[in-house]
C-alpha cells in the first residue's frame, strides 16, 4: 500500500503560490480546499484559482470542494484538470452520479464525510469511488487539532476496502503532524493531508519525507 503526503495549500503563503509549490515539489499532490462560506464559514478559492494553479503547479492537484451544490459545480473543478476532485457527501444530492461524471471527465473521484456524518450508507458504495475523506477536524479552518474519535469510522472504511479488494485511498485531513500521521495510518489510513505541519517547517520539503517516514512505519497491516 502506498503512503501518499498531500499539502494543504491553505496554509501557504497566498501571495507566493508559485514558489510554495516548488518548495513541496517531491509531495505526491497538492490538496487545495475550496470554500465557499455556505457549506462552511470561510471563503477561499474558486474556479480561476483553481485553474490558475493547475497552470503553475509542479505536482497533480487534489482538490476537496467544501461548497454547496456539489452536483452542480464540481464537474467545473474536474474540467480544469486536477488529478482528483473530492465533494462532501453532505452536499450531493446523487454522490454516486456525481462520482460517474468526475471519471467521466478523467479525475478520480473522492468522497468526503464530516465528523458527525455516518460512514454506513456508503460503505456499500465504495467501488464507485477512487477515495474516501475521512474528516480529523470540522472542516472550514486549517490549524485545528486532531480529532482521535474518527479513528473507528477509519477502520470502518479501511475493513471494507480490503474486504471488497478495492483500489480506493483512504485520506485523512485535519491535524495531520508528525505524530497523528502514526495514529492514522495505524488505523487504515494511506493519504494524507497536511498543512501547517508542512509549510510551518523551516524546510517543507525535508518535512514532507518525514511525514512518509512516520505514515509507512506505521501503516495499517505493516
Do not use: C
Amino acid at each position: 500500500m502506498a503512503t501518499r503526503i498531500n499539502p494543504s495549500i491553505l496554509s501557504a503563503d497566498f501571495v507566493n503560490f508559485e514558489s510554495e509549490l516548488k518548495r513541496i515539489a517531491n509531495a505526491d499532490l497538492v490538496h487545495v480546499d475550496v470554500m465557499d462560506n455556505h457549506f462552511v464559514p470561510n471563503l477561499t478559492f474558486g474556479l480561476p484559482m483553481v485553474q490558475r494553479l493547475q497552470e503553475v503547479s509542479p505536482i497533480p492537484l487534489d482538490v476537496h470542494l467544501m461548497i454547496d451544490d456539489a452536483d452542480r459545480w464540481a464537474p467545473d473543478y474536474a474540467e480544469t484538470g486536477a488529478f482528483s476532485v473530492t465533494f462532501h457527501a453532505e452536499a450531493a444530492s446523487d454522490p454516486v452520479a456525481l462520482a460517474r461524471r468526475l471519471r467521466q471527465i478523467g479525475a478520480r473521484a473522492g468522497i468526503a464525510l464530516k465528523p458527525g456524518t455516518d460512514v454506513s450508507p456508503y460503505l456499500d458504495l465504495l467501488p464507485e469511488f477512487d477515495q474516501v475523506l475521512v474528516m480529523t477536524v470540522e472542516p472550514g479552518f486549517g490549524g485545528q487539532s486532531f480529532m482521535h474519535d474518527m479513528m473507528p469510522k477509519l477502520r470502518s472504511v479501511r475493513s471494507a476496502v480490503n474486504a471488497a479488494e478495492l483500489d480506493v485511498w483512504l485520506q485523512v485531513d485535519g491535524g495531520v503532524n508528525a505524530e497523528t500521521i502514526e495514529i492514522a495510518a495505524e488505523n487504515g489510513a494511506d493519504t494524507f493531508v497536511a498543512g501547517s505541519s508542512v509549510f510551518a517547517a523551516d524546510d517543507p520539503a525535508a518535512q514532507v519525507e518525514l511525514l512518509r517516514e512516520r505514515a509507512a512505519g506505521h501503516r495499517h497491516g505493516a
